[in-house]
């Protein structure tokens, strides 16, 4: 089985119409997020039965499949290293080989970040590879992909983060939040709102607690999506704040 079978599956299922809609919507035109990202034409759920198809394909060839210059083929390598992650982290998560294949499944992640590279493939993988691993271990890293230069290792460091808010752990959220608060891309503005947001969902008190704290700090943007489920006149006492 060789990462070249899962381009000529998705070849087949190609098609130039969906492609040029797609290459619009992921921005991919010169000076835009996603530019010079190419498409094939193949959709979401498609991708998600192609990974399913493959899912016994080796690391080696995933990593061939990710480092590809079309989004659906690194979409599906995701999509195949998230389902060999859970196959390992929850039908083996004790054993010595279960833990070394999700470590191994983190350090390719996290060492293969160039071509994670549009928020559609951040925003599927990094809580379900990056987050789970990380929700038992130091949390360096994301600090790491905080400060850097990468806009898409950025975005990881807080989408990441919401494995831990599912488990009440909201720290590093607060943190990471308070670090990409001066960011100047509305991509992280909308992942940091987003992040606070699934925090008051949890626990509004904590949620408007960093409001109070940052609110000065904030892109409308990050402020109008961390507060979308607020009552109305909550949501108006902070906007005009």
């Not at 390992?88 to 994670?116: C, M, Q, R, W």
């Not at 990380?134 to 807080?158: C, G, M, N, Q, T």
Request: a positive charge; one cysteine or more.
């Amino acid at each position: 089985m060789k990462y070249t079978d899962v381009i000529s599956v998705l070849n087949k299922k190609a098609s130039k119409n969906k492609a040029k809609l797609l290459m619009r919507f992921f921005k991919t035109g010169e000076g835009q997020y996603g530019e010079g990202d190419v498409f094939l034409g193949v959709t979401m759920p498609e991708e998600r039965k192609v990974a399913k198809e493959f899912t016994d394909l080796p690391i080696g060839e995933v990593k061939k499949l990710l480092k590809s210059k079309y989004h659906e083929c690194r979409m599906v390598a995701l999509l195949i290293l998230i389902q060999k992650y859970k196959s390992y982290s929850v039908a083996k998560p004790a054993s010595a080989k279960g833990y070394g294949e999700v470590k191994h499944i983190f350090d390719v992640y996290v060492l293969n970040t160039k071509y994670i590279n549009n928020w559609d493939l951040v925003d599927l993988s990094a809580p379900n590879i990056v987050g789970s691993y990380l929700s038992d271990k130091p949390r360096d890293i994301l600090y790491k992909f905080a400060k850097s230069k990468s806009l898409w290792e950025r975005r990881i460091s807080v989408i990441s983060t919401s494995y831990f808010i599912r488990q009440n752990d909201f720290k590093d959220t607060l943190k990471i939040a308070e670090i990409l608060l001066p960011d100047k891309h509305d991509l992280i503005h909308k992942a940091v709102g987003w992040m606070l947001r699934e925090v008051g969902k949890k626990n509004e008190r904590v949620l408007c607690k960093f409001l109070d704290k940052n609110l000065t700090k904030m892109s409308r943007t990050a402020l109008r999506y961390s507060i979308e489920r607020f009552p109305e006149e909550s949501r108006q006492y902070y906007l005009k704040k």
